[in-house]
């Protein structure tokens, strides 16, 4: 195991070694700026104060119901929440598609961050921002992905998807459940 990685960093799928203290500190997002062309991004005020909003991405038995486009649903193989932990899942699509995904948890700032990069293609970093905003939260979702090219093979599925995904996290929000 390479150095960086036994001293605590995390290595994302892309190859880069992140170093919470100094790679995220530096902004919200601390992204590459020449990135945006890669990028699906929206935000979302939402009816539930920080901590609510965490704590729907931080149980998995709540995240599991609000996880993904309208009509999938989610079977969790393993959810280690923790900085460098693993996410481990099958998404099912609404004609019974099996999508295997292994998520890593790179950030969790309790209740302002959320930083997961996706370690099986296709490979994205996927950083939440949660906001106070008056009585809620106003909730910045960005997805960086791995090239240009890939992010224009699946932007037409994407920005519609994670809008999907948003409006079941209000619903699940909404329930108080």
């Given at each position: 195991?390479?150095?960086?990685?036994?001293q605590?960093?995390?290595?994302?799928?892309?190859?880069n070694?992140?170093?919470?203290?100094?790679r995220?500190?530096?902004?919200?997002?601390?992204?590459?700026?020449?990135?945006?062309?890669?990028?699906?991004?929206?935000?979302?005020?939402?009816?539930?104060?920080?901590?609510?909003?965490?704590?729907?991405?931080?149980?998995?038995?709540?995240?599991?119901?609000?996880?993904?486009?309208?009509g999938?649903?989610?079977?969790?193989e393993?959810?280690?929440?923790?900085?460098?932990?693993?996410?481990?899942?099958v998404?099912?699509?609404?004609?019974?598609?099996?999508?295997?995904?292994?998520?890593?948890?790179?950030?969790?700032?309790?209740?302002?961050r959320?930083?997961?990069?996706?370690v099986?293609?296709?490979h994205?970093?996927?950083?939440?921002?949660?906001?106070?905003?008056?009585?809620?939260?106003?909730?910045?979702?960005?997805?960086?992905?791995?090239?240009?090219?890939?992010?224009r093979?699946?932007?037409?599925?994407?920005?519609?998807a994670?809008?999907?995904n948003?409006?079941?996290l209000?619903?699940?929000?909404?329930?108080?459940?």
């Amino acid at each position: 195991m390479p150095y960086g990685e036994r001293q605590g960093g995390v290595r994302d799928p892309f190859g880069n070694l992140w170093w919470i203290s100094q790679r995220l500190a530096s902004g919200p997002y601390a992204h590459d700026p020449t990135a945006e062309s890669r990028v699906a991004a929206t935000s979302r005020v939402l009816s539930a104060p920080p901590s609510t909003v965490w704590d729907a991405f931080r149980d998995p038995g709540k995240l599991a119901r609000w996880w993904g486009p309208e009509g999938f649903t989610n079977e969790f193989e393993s959810f280690d929440f923790r900085v460098g932990g693993d996410w481990k899942f099958v998404m099912r699509g609404p004609q019974g598609a099996a999508y295997p995904n292994h998520q890593r948890f790179v950030a969790l700032d309790e209740a302002r961050r959320f930083v997961t990069c996706h370690v099986n293609a296709p490979h994205y970093v996927l950083t939440v921002m949660l906001v106070p905003e008056g009585d809620g939260t106003r909730l910045d979702w960005r997805q960086e992905f791995e090239s240009d090219d890939l992010f224009r093979r699946l932007a037409e599925f994407v920005r519609p998807a994670n809008e999907q995904n948003l409006d079941r996290l209000e619903a699940v929000l909404s329930s108080g459940r």
